[in-house]
T-cell receptor
């Protein structure tokens, strides 16, 4: 079974703090993704990576950065957290050659910024 | 510009009846369509997909229909069960576009016992 884990299920931070969200997958997947889910807005892609040290902006990258130093780990960084970044953050990964582009998701991190 | 649209935010059906969840898209180049199911406080889980060269795919109680001319797909759940109550996301992908998925906003399905 593919396993995608996220470092925290719930996180509370203060405005201006630097926040790290960690994601690890154990199936040697090349592609990894970070989304946020907000009511009425669905899943929106923040950043993705198709190889170590490679990253691409998604649809809403502003206020975020990412790091992929190892194939199994993809980190999302909020440089200076703001209240509008309160959201559910979801990490996903995808193996190469997956014909339907199915992604495997982690359990999510509910981040609250006060 | 929203390329994948789920225009109904919610649907309520009686247990045992059919649930029909709809999804529209604008990009005729999409070549795969996927449905994901999400419970609160959990990540989405893959349900079923369909290639753009097919018009129907079935897996147990779940069937997805694709109408390319109308740029419309639907997920049928028969019979609906209370455990099906969740948020359902429609997604579409383009082969080669770094495997990104474009998601709709989701629809909340409630199945009444």
């Amino acid at each position: 079974d593919v396993k995608v884990t996220q470092s925290s299920r719930y996180l509370v931070k203060r405005t201006g703090e630097k926040v790290f969200l960690e994601c690890v997958q154990d199936m040697d997947h090349e592609n990894m993704f970070w989304y946020r889910q907000d009511p009425g807005l669905g899943l929106r892609l923040i950043y993705f990576s198709y190889d170590v040290k490679m990253k691409e902006k998604g649809d809403i990258p502003e206020g975020y950065s990412v790091s992929r130093e190892k194939k199994e780990r993809f980190s999302l960084i909020l440089e200076s957290a703001s209240t509008n970044q309160t959201s559910m953050y979801l990490c996903a990964s995808k193996p190469p050659g997956q014909h339907n582009n199915e992604q495997f998701f982690g359990p999510g991190t509910r981040l609250t910024v006060l | 510009d929203q390329q994948v649209k789920q225009n109904s935010p919610s649907l309520s059906v009686q247990e045992g009846r059919i649930s029909i969840l709809n999804c529209d898209y604008t990009n005729s180049m999409f070549d795969y369509f996927l449905w994901y199911k999400k419970y609160p406080a959990e990540g989405p889980t893959f349900l079923i997909s369909i290639s753009s060269i097919k018009d129907k795919n079935e897996d147990g109680r779940f069937t997805v229909f694709l109408n390319k001319s109308a740029k419309h797909l639907s997920l049928h759940i028969v019979p609906s069960q209370p455990g099906d109550s969740a948020v359902y996301f429609c997604a579409a992908s383009l082969t080669g576009a770094n495997s990104k998925l474009t998601f709709g906003k989701g629809i909340t399905l409630s199945v009444r016992p």
